[in-house]
Structures are given as C-alpha cells and as structure tokens.
C-alpha cells in the first residue's frame, strides 16, 4: 500500500542544528565570528595577513582555515603570531558547523574577542553552510568581473560586508566600478562595501576599523 | 559541488521517515526548492541517482517543486515577488526582506 509521508524537513537541518549550537557557545563566551568568503584567488589570506597586523595588537583573534588539502595558509597567518587551527576538507568544497564545533574544541575561546574563519575558497557552496557566525564577509576581486554579484546572489546577499579588493588593477580592466556597486545594493540595500588593495595598502584601515567595531560589541 | 551533500542529507531524511513508518521501499521525494537557495538541480539529481544505487530509494525520483523569490517592504508592507534581485521597493523608498526563495526542504516521501 502506498504510503505518502508529509515532511517538510529542512535539508540542511542537521547542520543548522550544530550551527545554533556553535552560535550560542560564542556568545556566551564573547566571542565574535567572521565567515571569510570569496573565490580561489580573491587575496582572502593576504587580506587577513594585512588585517591582523592591524588588529593584533588591540584585540586577541585566531583563525580557523579553511583548505582543500594543504596547510600553506595555516603556516602563513600563523607568521602573523596568532593562533590558527587548519581544517582540511579533503576535496570537500566548504566548511560546515560540525568542523567548526570540532575546530573549536582545541581553541581557548575565553582568551579570544575575533576568531576569524576563513572558508574554502568558492562563491557558492559555503554560502549555503551556516557554521554558526556572527555574520559573513564576502572578497571580490576587481579581475574577476563586475558581473559577480548577479551571477552568484546567494553569498552577497548572505554577506554584512563585500570587499572589492585588487583596487589597483581597475584601470588595467574592463571592471565597472559603478555598475558592480549599483548590482550589490539593489541585490543587498544594506551591504557595506570596502575597496582594498593589499599591495598598494589602500582602504585597509577603514576596512580594520570596521571590523574592529564589530567586534568590540 | 555542495549537491551530493544534499543528496546524501535527503536521503537520510527519506530512510528515517520511511523506516519510522515501517516501509521498505521508497519510489517517491518530493523537494521544495527556493529559487535562490544554491542548488543546481542537475548536480543534485546526478548525486542523488548515483547515491540512491542499492538503497530503499533505488527507484525513487525527486518530484522538484520551486519557489519564487517574493519579499515584503519594510515600509509600505507590500509583498512582491521579485524577477530580479533588486530589493528596493518599486512602490516606495523602502527596502525589501526576504520572505520566500530560499527553501530546501524535503516536503514528502512516497513509500511502501
């Protein structure tokens, strides 16, 4: 006899489960939680180098990095002097809330204001993953096109903050600074929007402040 | 490439609700989809199809409902659905919330 099952059962509830769960052991042990998102080569780990030689010396961060399979990026935050925990996906394409919650158990939380999680490097997947942040940042960079945030709105839509970093190579482009901005805000009105270059070391400061801000609260 | 996650969850979901109800065999999921949740549906049916092989769903389709991106202001209290993904209020100057579009969700098992 046929059976229908009525559900309506979240697909992702497992893990919005132990994400929930993540969030709560953060607040309540004042922790604020920075998802880094943006695609393979966007400069995340070089703007988070440039980052915490900013914040290092006024807040405790560590970091939790998120890598296909090597630790290249682990070993280059860990120059910066702060604690870094390496999460190898093995091919996975995002990070998700039981890595996090598993990360966290080798963390000393209560000796940390900004743990800071970079994810695997992709537009899609990790946007979809709560792993239990305070909010997302999402890295766009000038040579991979204005077109972005309309081809891939989940993760600007998902994101508190866009970085457009790589600002020195817009006059070497056809970027449309205007048109990209216009496409995040109508897709996310209240979007903050930094423009950065980690080699000419522009817009870092704002962006440091910013992110200061968030997380003295 | 997140789908075969996906799958592999929705099948999970599928087994516990059909051995709750004592079935053995599964022909049938039914799945709400947001049209902004991050799924592309012919990554997730080829990891479904690979991963439902000698289960309880080897002969199981996925009957795929979408649903529309409507979002409501948060001045004129107006709900629009949304073709684009522009959330400013075309009827005033206020912002738009997102109400509906980014489900995933397994909605029902056909089973026996």
């Known amino acids: 006899m046929t059976l229908e099952i009525k559900l309506m059962k979240n697909i992702l509830g497992a893990n919005d489960e132990i994400a929930a769960q993540n969030r709560k052991m953060f607040s309540e042990r004042g922790v604020v939680v920075m998802n880094l998102m943006g695609s393979p080569g966007s400069g995340k780990t070089t703007l988070l180098e440039k980052t915490l030689a900013r914040l290092a010396d006024k807040i405790k961060i560590a970091v939790i990095e998120g890598d296909l399979f090597t630790a290249k990026d682990a070993e280059r935050i860990e120059r910066a002097g702060v604690d870094v925990i390496q999460i190898n996906t093995a091919g996975g394409c995002h990070l998700d809330a039981p890595m996090i919650q598993k990360a966290c158990t080798s963390l000393n939380l209560d000796a940390i204001d900004l743990l800071i999680v970079e994810n695997v490097g992709n537009l899609v997947c990790p946007a979809e993953f709560d792993i239990g942040e305070n909010f997302k940042a999402v890295v766009l960079s000038i040579t991979e096109g204005d077109d972005k945030p309309l081809k891939y709105p989940l993760i600007f839509k998902e994101s508190a903050v866009t970085l457009l970093n790589k600002i020195d190579l817009l006059p070497f482009t056809n970027f449309d600074l205007k048109s990209a901005r216009e496409d995040l805000t109508t897709l996310h009105p209240t979007i903050k929007i930094f423009e950065t270059s980690c080699t000419k070391e522009t817009g870092l400061d704002d962006w440091a402040a910013w992110l200061l801000g968030k997380a003295a609260r | ?112």
């Open chain 2, 1 to 112: 490439m997140h789908e075969a996650t996906l799958a592999e969850n929705i099948l999970n979901i599928a087994f516990e609700a059909a051995e709750k109800n004592h079935a053995a065999k599964i022909f049938k999921i039914g799945l709400t989809l947001g049209e902004m949740a991050g799924v592309e549906v012919e990554a997730l049916k080829l990891s479904f199809d690979v991963l439902k092989k000698n289960t309880p769903a080897d002969g199981a389709e996925l009957a795929i409902r979408r649903v529309p991106i409507s979002a409501t202001c948060n001045k004129c209290g107006k709900t629009f659905q949304l073709e684009r993904y522009n959330f400013f209020c075309p009827e005033c100057d206020g912002i738009l919330i997102l109400q509906s579009g980014r489900e995933l969700l397994v909605e029902f098992v056909d089973c026996e």
